[in-house]
């Protein structure tokens, strides 16, 4: 499409057109493919669709911009991207983000006539701060694709391709390895440097690569701070890689060590037709095995590893099918009330009936349904399993206790989701004390900044919340101090250290005295022994759940043991 077919919309009054034509230069210099025009105080759009007229049933109408916004959803944005769609185009939000950067970008995948699909269309928007107008443009920008803006280095697809090719070549006979790379710490640049710092230190990396000894072929910025490159075997030192991977960022007058952690994925012949993109998958995966970071920060790939990444993808491609066909089970771990010795409430943990074999710890597929998006699904199983549980047993007069369920940070980002639990809790017809939350220390940190309104909305109606693992992570008292936490979850990690030093004792001592200092209740995690027990009531604390009482039993057992001990 030339310069000429851009064309600005016809905005009803001829003269707003004319205010307008200082941006539609700047379009037309940009030669965009369609444009169109939301304007962020009359809530409407304007598109100018005309070349793909029989795409757009909507053409050359006034649209209200959410009513655009979920109809681009329905027809070019594939249904898993939908999600990020809708979140990145936000109004507010991209408000924001224009109001900092100028501009946004981002990609889409969309549909080809034929079904194929295709990551191709990015949509581009632009925020005029005088006009108060927000230019949402849609044009082919697929050399992006290839080509990762803040570097100017490859971006994962063009990694990929340009690492294939390579391999795939028959006339180079070397032995080839790739590199991963993940910064550690990324986030210290940007509090320390400002985001325009942690900017400039990532375009710093691929030069740090390329001068050194490793003579990269390809160089990529797979996404954030993960890098890797495509190398000659015989270029990898494994001394030189120790000083590559500890490196001092220096820039006005302040210096920061940043660590990388590396996975070396050395290409035998036979696998040089593999998929380089399920490489750097395994190799991500890999750096998980990495013991001490500060000791030795790389591993080369090795059997074990692959196995391990084999089976989490085979898992991956099952646990789709589980959710389908009910595969799910909720079982329920009673916590005790340490003053009476009663069941005071229970935990709601999720278990996965694989097949005709033993059933599968959560352990094993959380992280991977958090990693392909569909981990808000399974939560969702879990409430309504639960929320069914506690109604049937109310509307009977059986006895019953407040449950609390697991909450993924991802959960957060999906309004859907959100909005669904919270119909749920609100509709149900047991006293909404029966119904909590548990949220992580991390996960509550990515909330705070995105999605707090969602815990809000359901603190007011009196849903309570427990901070779940309570000092495993990089605890902070800004935690507590920021959200009103109706229990605290002592990590099992503290309870398991019970008797093996004073320090030990007296972190957890202090930790319920701070907790009911400020009102809160707590339960201690994990308590498997006579001696964790009485530790744990010695210090006052409130509630225990743990092998020493009970494990996490399937309904129909939970049931049976409410009923007998109500
Ligand atoms: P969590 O929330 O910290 O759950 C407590 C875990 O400790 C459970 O493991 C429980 O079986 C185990 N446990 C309880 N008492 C003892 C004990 O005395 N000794 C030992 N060694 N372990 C004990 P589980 O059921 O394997 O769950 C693991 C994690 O998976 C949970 O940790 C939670 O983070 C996640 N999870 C479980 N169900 C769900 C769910 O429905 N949704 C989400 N998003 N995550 C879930
Ligand atoms: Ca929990
Ligand atoms: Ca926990």
Not at 296 to 313: A, L
Not at 402 to 429: E, G, H, R
Request: hydrophobic share 40%; net charge negative.
């Amino acid at each position: 499409m030339n310069e000429g077919d851009v064309r600005f919309p016809v905005m009803g009054e001829e003269q707003l057109a004319l205010k307008h034509e200082q941006i539609v230069t700047r379009l037309l210099n940009k030669v965009y493919d369609y444009v169109a025009l939301v304007d962020l105080h009359k809530n409407t759009i304007y598109i100018d669709f005309d070349q793909v007229s029989d795409l757009w049933d909507w053409t050359n109408e006034e649209h209200d911009y959410d009513e655009a916004r979920f109809s681009l959803t329905d027809h070019f944005i594939l249904p898993e991207d939908c999600e990020t769609f809708i979140r990145n185009s936000d109004r507010e939000n991209l408000i924001r983000q224009l109001e900092e950067r100028d501009e946004y970008i981002f990609t889409s995948h969309f549909l080809q006539p034929d079904g194929t699909k295709n990551v191709k269309m990015f949509h581009y928007y632009y925020y005029d701060r005088e006009q108060g107008l927000v230019i949402a443009s849609m044009e082919d920008k697929t050399s992006l694709l290839y080509q990762d803006p803040l570097t100017g280095e490859l971006t994962r697809r063009g990694f990929i391709e340009s690492a294939e090719e390579i391999l795939r070549d028959e006339q180079r006979t070397e032995e080839f390895a790739i590199l991963y790379f993940n910064l550690r710490g990324f986030k210290a640049i940007n509090d320390l440097f400002g985001a325009e710092g942690g900017d400039k230190a990532l375009r710093w990396i691929p030069r740090l690569l390329r001068q050194s000894n490793l003579h990269p072929l390809v160089i990529g910025r797979l996404n954030a701070d993960h890098f890797a490159c495509l190398v000659e075997q015989k270029n990898v030192n494994e001394e030189e890689l120790m000083d590559l991977l500890h490196q001092t960022y220096v820039a006005n007058n302040r210096s920061l060590d940043l660590y990388a952690v590396c996975c070396i994925i050395n290409i035998p012949d036979e696998d040089r037709n593999d998929s380089v993109g399920s490489m750097c998958g395994a190799a991500r995966m890999a750096l998980n095995f990495i013991e001490d970071e500060y000791v030795k920060p790389f591993i080369v790939f090795d059997e074990r590893m692959r196995t391990h990444y084999m089976e989490r993808s085979q898992t991956a491609a099952e646990l789709g099918a589980a959710l389908e066909n009910d595969e799910f089970k909720v079982y329920y771990q009673p916590v005790y009330d340490v003053r009476t010795g009663k069941i005071a409430s229970a935990e709601a943990l999720v278990r996965w009936q694989r097949g005709e074999g033993d059933m599968v710890s959560p352990g094993l597929f959380v992280p991977v349904l958090e990693e392909n998006g569909r981990i808000s699904q399974m939560d969702l199983f879990v409430e309504r399993s639960v929320k069914n549980f506690l109604e049937q047993r109310h509307a009977q007069n059986q006895p019953i206790v407040p449950i609390s369920m697991n909450m993924s940070q991802m959960d957060f980002y999906d309004k859907d989701m959100m909005a669904s639990v919270l119909l749920d809790v609100s509709n149900t017809t047991v006293p909404l004390d029966f119904t909590r939350f548990e949220v992580t220390e991390t996960a509550y940190s990515t909330v705070a900044e995105n999605n707090r309104n969602a815990l809000l909305d359901m603190k007011r109606i009196g849903v309570k919340f427990y901070l779940d693992d309570f000092g495993s992570g990089y605890s902070s008292f800004s935690t507590i101090r920021d959200f009103d936490f109706d229990v605290i979850k002592l990590d099992m990690g503290f309870v398991q250290k019970i008797g093996t030093s004073i320090k030990a004792d007296g972190v957890i001592w202090s930790i319920i005295a701070m907790a009911h200092t400020i009102g809160t209740k707590v339960v201690a995690e994990g308590a498997e022994t006579q001696e964790q027990v009485d530790f744990l009531t010695d210090c006052g604390c409130d509630y225990i759940q743990g092998y020493y009482y009970s494990k996490p039993l399937p309904e129909h057992e939970f049931a049976e043991l409410l009923n007998k001990t109500a």
